[in-house]
């Protein structure tokens, strides 16, 4: 027979097979089964050895043969079994829907040991169940968009996919959490849309926290399965604003400072963002003799020649603050520089020599000549005082230390002395002592005590337990040196920082079996005003496993036919059971619960071994398996294995064959 599969496309792709029929000569007829094909379903999540269905052939009239089945095709991977002797299919391996949804096999049945023999077509509906999460092909991204776009521009599209089928893939999105109002989302498209226009916000970078949800209701769990990711949107500036100054406009500096010293800091700000708020300075007028220099990227405007007050007391310089947008935006500022004065002049006579003369025999007091002399200091620095130096009859005269004049203090007679080269001097100094008051800048970085945190903590924390407490110092002063704490990085919700202290809490309770360790930054943030520092440090936390989950039986109750001729020390039926806890949290061992001579349980294994012969073809039990962990404090399930002969096959039967009840119309869900 030739074969042909073709798809229903527009432009259809077809392929063929050829089948070639082998008719046997055969005296015997084969069994022939009850129907040509038999579908059957199964949850792809079922254990292992879960019963899918129960195919039957009938043998021929009058046939002595005993009939047998085997799956001839459909199963490559040996995900399946069949009883050869009762027709009942079994799941041997875990089932995955997403990888094969339906499964076609093909069983034979055979008479004996005759070569002929019957095929059925079975098929396996695999059905879905909610095992997959929907997931994002990226965990972050980034999006840049003007801030002058108007409300309803799609600024961005989340795509997340979900290998489920049907409501258990379908995905809906949602903004879990976010900074602004400015954006929603589309949960059908995941569009994300501006709200509002972003013009005039201070705040130019957004974070959205974007969840994909599927549609499933997993009959296994009570949650839905989230993915998130974390979009962050940039809005680009653009130049509205100018630069402002923030410095003063007035400055003072000492005329006897060196070369280089710095005079003033000029700061102007502009709220802009990147290129557009970079400022560079100027200095457009009124530094004509090259007095002072200004490094236009800091605003540092240092000396760059020495100063001299007596020549000129007063600097009036137009800066300019200018931003890089473009076009350019400016502001301009007369900026004040005060020369103030240090006493390095010295007093200088208006005269080198100044001559009068006096009548002898005039009384004490006689005015004889004011001197007069300047000082180009200034305020107390040019104050002058008069003094005659000690000299030759110097002690006839008086000077008046504050104007100058001269007076003598007695009778001068012309004959005994004629002449007196008598001069003042106004030499005075004085000393005073400054303090200094030096400033912190924001020049240290926190630093933690170490550079990596690594703990293990047990996982039956209460929530809010402190689990880690960090410390970072800052050798600045202030608020430049008060350090505040964060974490950065998913947590998963499980952690969080007080900002203060810095100590680390768990915010929920902790389960090592869906998470087993957590790795996430913390960052110690200064609190300067204007440029704060910061750093990161790793913390990796173990979460160590305590023994808080039974063993489970992957099958309970376990139904084990065994033949009455069973020979002793054989095998007649195995228990499964797995506990999810680590080491010896999770080793299980086996027992009988009763004292049993016929049966024997190997711990380690699970297998039930015959001890003694069967006593008859008829013989039935119940024996009860214990799992227990090997944790300090044991924790144990059971399970009911049922054994019977052959021809002591159980029959299920209902207590009713009908079975009636009334509900309310309006009753939760849940109810009995």
């Known amino acids: 027979l030739s074969v042909s599969a073709w798809d229903g496309g527009g432009l259809p792709s077809a392929t063929n097979a050829a089948i070639t029929v082998n008719i046997l000569q055969t005296a015997l007829a084969p069994a022939i089964f009850e129907r040509s094909r038999y579908t059957f379903s199964v949850l792809e999540d079922a254990p292992e050895d879960s019963l899918i269905g129960t195919v039957k052939a009938r043998e021929p009239p009058n046939s002595l043969e005993v009939i047998s ?16 002797q009762f027709g009942i299919i079994r799941t041997k391996k875990q089932l995955d829907h997403e990888t094969q949804a339906v499964v076609v096999l093909t069983i034979q049945s055979q008479l004996g040991n005759s070569p002929a023999y019957s095929s059925t077509q079975v098929n396996i509906s695999v059905i879905d169940v909610n095992d997959n999460p929907p997931v994002f092909l990226t965990k972050s991204d980034k999006v840049t968009i003007s801030c002058t776009q108007p409300p309803g521009t799609a600024v961005y599209i989340a795509h997340a996919e979900d290998k489920d089928s049907g409501l258990n893939g379908a995905i809906k999105y949602s903004i879990a959490s976010k900074q602004s109002n400015a954006f929603s989302i589309d949960p059908s498209l995941g569009v994300v849309n501006l709200t509002r226009t972003v013009f005039a916000e201070k705040q130019q970078k957004h974070t959205l926290h974007i969840a994909a949800e599927d549609s499933g209701i997993p009959p296994l769990t009570s949650f839905l399965v989230l993915d998130s990711l974390a979009a962050k949107i940039i809005i680009l500036d653009i130049n509205d604003n100018s630069p402002s100054f923030a410095s003063s406009p007035l400055s003072y500096v000492v005329e006897d400072v060196e070369v280089g010293f710095l005079v003033h800091h000029i700061i102007a700000k502009d709220p802009d963002e990147g290129r557009n708020g970079q400022v560079t300075y100027h200095i457009l007028s009124g530094n004509e003799n090259k007095s002072f220099v200004l490094d236009k990227i800091t605003g540092l405007l240092t000396t760059a020649q020495l100063l001299d007050r007596e020549i000129q007391e007063r600097y009036s310089l137009t800066v300019m603050a200018l931003d890089d947008g473009s076009p350019a935006l400016s502001a301009t500022q007369v900026l004040t520089i005060v020369v103030l004065d240090v006493n390095d002049e010295t007093p200088i006579f208006l005269k080198q020599l100044y001559e009068t003369a006096v009548h002898e025999n005039q009384d004490p007091g006689e005015f004889v000549i004011k001197v007069e002399a300047v000082d ?20 006839k005269f008086r000077m008046n230390s504050d104007s100058g004049e001269l007076v003598t203090t007695a009778s001068l007679d012309r004959e005994a002395q004629e002449l007196f080269s008598i001069k003042g001097s106004p030499s005075r100094s004085s000393t005073a002592q400054l303090y200094l008051t030096v400033l912190d800048e924001n020049d240290h970085s926190p630093l933690f005590a170490k550079t990596q945190y690594e703990i293990s903590v047990r996982e039956d924390l209460e929530e809010g337990s402190a689990i880690l407490d960090l410390f970072a110092s800052d050798e600045d002063d202030g608020l430049n040196g008060k350090v505040m704490y964060s974490l950065i990085d998913n947590t998963f919700g499980a952690f969080a920082i007080n900002s203060v202290t810095g100590s680390i809490v768990t915010t929920k309770a902790l389960d090592r079996e869906t998470k087993s360790q957590y790795t996430f930054r913390a960052v110690a943030s200064d609190c300067s005003s204007h440029s704060p520092r910061s750093t990161t440090v790793r913390v990796v936390v173990h979460v160590d496993d305590v023994n808080d989950n039974d063993p489970l039986f992957l099958q309970n109750p376990i139904r084990a036919f065994v033949p009455a001729e069973t020979a002793v020390n ?10 999810v806890d680590l080491g010896r949290n999770g080793a299980v061992v086996f027992r009988l619960m009763s004292t049993e001579t016929v049966f024997q349980i190997d711990t380690k294994t699970g297998d039930i071994i ?12 119940q024996l009860l398996v214990t799992a227990s962990d090997q ?25 009713h064959s009908l079975y009636e009840a009334s509900v309310p119309e309006n009753s939760a869900a849940g109810g009995h």
């Open 376 to 395: 180009r200091d200034a305020g107390l620095n040019s104050l002058l005082r008069y003094e005659i130096l000690p000299g030759n009859g110097y002690e």
């Open 570 to 579: 054989e095998t007649v039926a195995t228990v499964r059971a797995e506990d």
């Open 610 to 621: 015959l001890q003694e012969p069967l006593a008859s073809k008829g013989f039935s039990t």
């Open 69 to 84: 089945y085997r799956i001839s095709s459909g199963d490559p991977h040996g995900r399946f079994s069949i009883d050869p």
């Open 631 to 655: 944790g300090i404090s044991p924790r144990t399930a059971t399970a009911m294995v049922i054994i019977l002969t052959e021809e002591q096959e159980e029959e299920i039967l209902f207590s």
